[in-house]
């Protein structure tokens, strides 16, 4: 019996899932009762599946960018810069506009423009900072933490490291009118390959270990811990199970668009961070706790 109830909770429809499905009641029977029986994780016919998705990426601009590309900094743009201003027809991209996770996203945004200022102003201590934002897209976060707090020095600088053109074009934009593009470089190409001049200070890996798992996770950062410096810091990013526990259907929804999350607990977190050889520090969430930024320091053996 008690599994049952929870098997009832975790199939219960909020407010704006149900405001989402009364739409496709009056427009597409057939596309409600796929959303409701895949939520439910009851037997769906291929035919069905597949016309939900041509629909679902005919008629999200947020559908149809992840499944054209998962990892785009584009959706998270689009959020960060109040796209919900606009006046979009579709109930799939209203719904996401609506959505906690939706939210989180941008409280991520800013959780880490204020604990960034933070952690820099510790190392700023002992002499100059190089921060490494790597899979960073424009870097809105660096950009943004620099345009506030380190505009008119010359003693802390940032190298933005993306395999996206057009989103590093999009950050020196940015980053130009906010009057910092002389503090940040933008480098086009795989952070797994890039070997920095100089060690970082402080690296960031925000949005990267969401849709991974821990194996993989863990190969990341042995990876990225070469390019920091002795004492360094890293900060990297895991969207948390209370996305899951409190926003399951947006969860689904995401999902069925391929963008698919590994969430992850604190405790899950720290454990990829010792393995990969890092002493975990602290962490701090957005204000609705669906994101969650480890900090470590790396642990070399000489």
């Known amino acids: 019996m008690k599994n049952n109830k929870k098997f009832v909770k975790k199939i219960e429809f909020d407010k704006a899932a149900t405001r989402l499905l009364s739409v496709f ?5 057939k596309i409600k ?17 597949e016309k939900f998705y041509n629909y679902f990426i005919s008629h999200s601009v947020f559908s149809a960018a992840t499944v054209a ?34 939210r989180s996203i941008k409280a991520r945004l800013q959780a880490i423009e204020e604990e960034l200022p933070k952690i820099i102003e510790e190392y700023c201590k002992k002499g100059k900072v190089l921060i490494g934002n790597l899979g960073s897209g424009p870097g809105r976060d660096v950009i943004d933490v620099f345009s506030a707090h380190y505009k008119n020095t010359l003693d802390v600088k940032a190298i933005h490291v993306d395999k996206d053109r057009l989103a590093l074009e999009r950050g020196k934009r940015m980053a130009k009118v906010k009057g910092v593009d002389h503090l940040i470089e933008f480098v086009e190409g795989s952070f797994l390959k890039y070997k920095p001049t100089k060690k970082f200070d402080i690296t960031l890996l925000i949005g990267i270990l969401c849709p991974l798992e ?19 810091c890293l900060i990297a990013g895991n969207v948390s199970k209370k996305m899951l526990e409190e926003d399951p259907f947006t969860c689904h929804l995401m999902s069925l668009g391929n ?23 602290r962490c701090f969430t957005d204000s609705y706790g669906f994101n969650i930024m480890g900090v470590g320091t790396p642990r070399f053996y000489f």
Do not use: Q
């Open 25 to 29: 009641e009056k427009e597409h029977k």
């Open 33 to 49: 009762n796929f959303l409701i029986n895949s939520y439910k994780g009851l037997p769906v016919s291929p035919e069905i599946t």
């Open 259 to 281: 963008w698919k999350m590994v969430f992850k607990d604190e405790n899950e977190l720290k454990e990829i961070f010792k393995k990969a050889g890092y002493e975990w520090k």
């Open 214 to 232: 821990f194996k993989v996770c863990i190969a990341i950062l042995k990876k990225v811990k070469k390019s920091l410096k002795k004492g360094g």
């Open 69 to 102: 590309n998962p990892s785009t900094s584009v959706i998270t743009e689009f959020l960060y810069d109040g796209i919900e201003k606009l006046n979009l027809p579709s109930p799939i991209d209203r719904y996401f506009l609506c959505s906690k996770a939706r």
